[in-house]
């Protein structure tokens, strides 16, 4: 079955700086990849996707890249904020369930 | 309109007693799921339903968790004979149509602790 890996787990950068996020997945046939942020006390809120049909899509501070043939996909956030302090997870498609990573704590600092 | 709602949004029993979670998805969303999410863990597939119909329950980790969503709509985790190991947060998500590639909206979650 499938499997995803992410790191690191945890991650703290300056405001203004990038972070990225990797994860990695087991599963060749897995064609969609989601990423969630998850807030204190709140569940999980989609916030770009990608499909394998693609390789990069972008939705202002935020990006997503895919390489199918090594099975990595990343998460890129630039100009950091501090409310873009969270958790974050990828995952990929089982059929049709979604497989999460274990989450990477993200902290920007001041 | 509203979003996922669960309730409660606390739940504290006393190992080897019967609990119930209920979740309200979104209006018009054909698909419900849930998810168990353990301290420092990301969510973990448990079962999902298209309409009434229980579609995939592979994620149950044994007999003492069913499930059901009788009208299409609420759905309700039951879980008997509860164990410590059951302490999670167990998160209820709805989407439009059944399918990996549509986006699931996710509610607050019901946070279960077993004494």
């Known amino acids: 079955g499938e499997n995803v890996e992410q790191h690191p787990s945890t991650l703290s950068v300056q405001e203004g700086d990038s972070a990225v996020i990797k994860c990695t997945y087991s599963?060749?046939?897995?064609?969609?990849f989601p990423w969630y942020k998850q807030e204190l006390g709140k569940g999980p809120q989609l916030i770009i996707d990608?499909?394998?049909?693609?390789g990069e899509k972008k939705d202002q501070r935020i990006a997503v890249t895919l390489n199918k043939t090594a099975k990595h996909f990343s998460l890129h956030i630039t100009e950091t904020q501090p409310e873009d302090s969270a958790v974050y997870f990828c995952?990929?498609?089982?059929?049709?369930?979604?497989?999460f990573g274990k989450g990477t704590r993200l902290h920007i600092l001041p | 309109g509203a979003g996922v709602s669960q309730t409660p949004s606390n739940k504290v029993t006393e190992k080897g007693k019967y609990v119930e979670l209920r979740c309200d998805p979104i209006s018009g969303h054909t698909a419900l799921y849930w998810y168990r999410q353990s301290l420092g863990q990301g969510p973990e597939f448990l079962i999902y339903f298209q309409g009434t119909g229980a579609a995939d329950d592979s994620g149950l980790p044994n007999d003492r968790f069913f499930a059901v969503r009788p009208e299409g709509s609420v759905s309700t985790l039951k879980i008997q004979r509860t164990e410590r190991g059951d302490s999670a947060v167990y998160l209820c998500?709805?989407?439009?149509?059944?399918?990996?590639?549509?986006?699931?909206?996710f509610g607050p979650g019901t946070r279960l602790l077993v004494l």
């Open positions: 998500a709805s989407s439009l149509n059944l399918g990996a590639q549509e986006t699931q909206y």
């Open positions: 990608i499909r394998s049909n693609v």
């Open positions: 995952a990929a498609n089982r059929d049709d369930k979604i497989i």
């Open positions: 599963d060749s046939a897995s064609n969609y």
